[in-house]
């Protein structure tokens, strides 16, 4: 073990130099090898449960957190071929801010070796959680932050020290991809209603075509505005004598709620990895199996029913329902799949440069004229003065925002990632284009851009297109998804593949 030494240079300097020297050693260290040597994978969990008061911020009008339901996780997986290292974090969190993410990765990089561009770190979106975007005001609007709030702070160390953790746990493994249908559980909640009955948006305006969450059951309804995706695309891991390591999933369901009000829960994701850990380890050991889902392509998508009116429920009750059937038909087709230790890995990330979403004339005049008092109380504010400081914030963006994308590449598998709450129509799109087998893309992952609807789907209105809850250009998420086919199309893992990242002038 080294020493601390005495230098007078700042550690932060010292931390600085060392992260980026990290890729370059890496690739120099493995650049002598001909062959990589076989799977390796470790997997640990770090908790990541805020104290009692901090503001459960899953609705307009957020709450002071009164009671744990069940703890908050950040679940992490490490993977390594012999050349590349791999991690993967899925926090429990409504979001993550982009310098949460940031900073994670530099500890990650300087504590266990693996490169900033090698991690992938995104959040759940449970509703019944705090939030690491960095409040419920403007600051989230701001893409990076000078200082992190001490949660913020919190939850970075957590992920760095669940990460090193993992790593720590590495040993030999075996992998297998599969995938499993559950379109059951899901809904498109966008709908184009009977002529006449479209309420007004927070706008004073009648303009929008489609309507997020109609009510259930309603006469008025017609069809929904676009698809589900009820592909749930998983890894399995185990060791190499068979025992279950991990498995990360992924599943496009934005969440399920009921949840009392002030509980906090990291809602059906939560539950859904601790069924699997009870099905698919039914003798628990050391280490632990660990179980991880993330959040897919949900962004117009949720687990109501609306032509049929809402069955009466307990709290958990649905959620309950939803995760164990999930995780029944998980562990079912895991247990059937032919494992391999050859699985090569590579990785790509870059920050795109896309125009971010402004107010136009009409808004901003409007924004200023709906703005509450200034001793309007936030809980009092209604969804009209709530909009208008979104809106206002929203001016203040820069006109060009780097937007985080990334690749990884397991074997024939593709995971392409994007920081916002991706429509279901763009994961389908790349899967088709990704390249890989599977292709599936992760939402929420290295911080939190809003809604991500296709142009489409951005002309149709509705609260997901509302500026302030949408807060990129019209078209970018097709640059964005051309952006991701590209770099997956780039990486063919090989055991001399190395990692590359791409920072957009």
């Known amino acids: 073990m080294q020493q601390r030494s005495q230098s007078p240079i700042p550690l932060k300097v010292l931390v600085g130099i060392a992260t980026l020297l990290v890729p370059v050693l890496g690739t120099l260290c493995g650049s002598g090898s001909t062959a990589a040597a076989e799977l390796q994978a470790g997997a640990a969990t770090a908790c990541i449960t805020p104290p009692l008061g901090e503001p459960i911020v899953g609705g307009f009008h957020p709450f ?10 950040a679940r992490c997986l490490v993977l390594d071929d012999g050349e590349t290292q791999l991690a993967v974090v899925i926090c429990d ?6 310098s949460v993410s940031d900073e994670a990765r530099r500890l990650i990089a300087s504590e266990t070796g693996i490169p900033p561009q090698q991690v992938l770190i995104a959040a759940t979106h449970t509703h019944s959680a705090t939030t690491a975007l960095g409040g419920t005001g403007d600051e989230r609007f701001v893409p990076l932050l000078e200082e992190l709030s001490d949660y913020q702070a919190f939850v970075a160390r957590r992920i760095a020290d669940g990460v090193r953790c993992a790593a720590n746990l590495l040993r030999p493994a075996e992998l297998a991809i599969g995938q499993v249908e559950a379109p059951e559980h899901v809904f498109n909640r966008r709908w184009f209603m009977r002529p006449g009955s479209m309420p007004e948006n927070p706008f004073g305006s009648a303009d929008d075509l489609v309507k997020m969450n109609p009510p259930r059951g309603s006469a008025n309804l017609d069809r929904p505005a676009g698809p589900t995706d009820p592909t749930i695309s998983f890894l399995a891991i185990r060791e190499a004598e068979g025992r279950p390591l991990a498995l990360l999933a992924t599943y496009s369901l934005h969440y399920v709620g009921g949840v009392p009000r002030g509980h906090v829960s990291a809602d059906y994701f939560g539950v859904v990895c601790r069924e699997l850990e009870r099905r698919v380890d039914r003798e628990p050991s050391d280490p632990p199996f660990v179980a991880m889902l993330a959040n897919g392509t949900s962004g ?3 687990n109501i029913n609306f032509r049929e009116p809402a ?51 009409r808004e901003a005049s409007w924004a200023e004229e709906s703005l509450p008092a200034a001793d309007t109380p ?9 909009y208008a400081e979104r809106v206002q914030a929203l001016a203040h963006q820069p006109e060009m925002l780097d937007v985080p994308l990334q690749v990884l590449a397991i074997g024939s598998a593709r995971i392409g990632t994007m920081p916002c709450e991706i429509f279901s129509e763009i994961g389908l799109d790349f899967r088709r284009r990704g390249g890989g087998q599977p292709s599936f ?17 951005h002309d149709l209105g509705g609260y997901e297109t509302w500026p302030g809850t949408n807060r990129l250009d019209r078209d970018a998420s097709d640059r964005m998804l051309d952006a991701l086919v590209e770099m997956a199309s780039t990486l063919v893992p090989a055991a001399d593949a190395s990692s590359t990242s791409d920072k957009a002038p």
Not at 314 to 325: K, S
Request: net charge neutral.
């Open 378 to 386: 936030d809980a009092a504010k209604t969804l009209s003065e709530i």
């Open 441 to 457: 893309l992760v939402s929420l992952a290295h911080g939190y851009l809003g809604y991500l609807p296709t142009p489409r789907q």
């Open 311 to 361: 069955p009466r429920r307990q709290p958990y009750e649905q959620m309950r329902l939803v995760a164990e059937d999930v995780a029944v038909k998980l562990a079912k087709t895991a247990g059937g799949l032919t494992y391999s230790r050859d699985w090569p890995l590579a990785a790509r990330y870059q920050e795109l440069r896309v125009a971010a979403r402004h107010p136009t004339e």
């Open 300 to 302: 117009d998508i949720n």
């Open 64 to 73: 002071p957190a009164e009671h744990i339901h069940d703890d908050l996780h």
């Open 93 to 98: 969190l409504l979001g993550i801010h982009r």
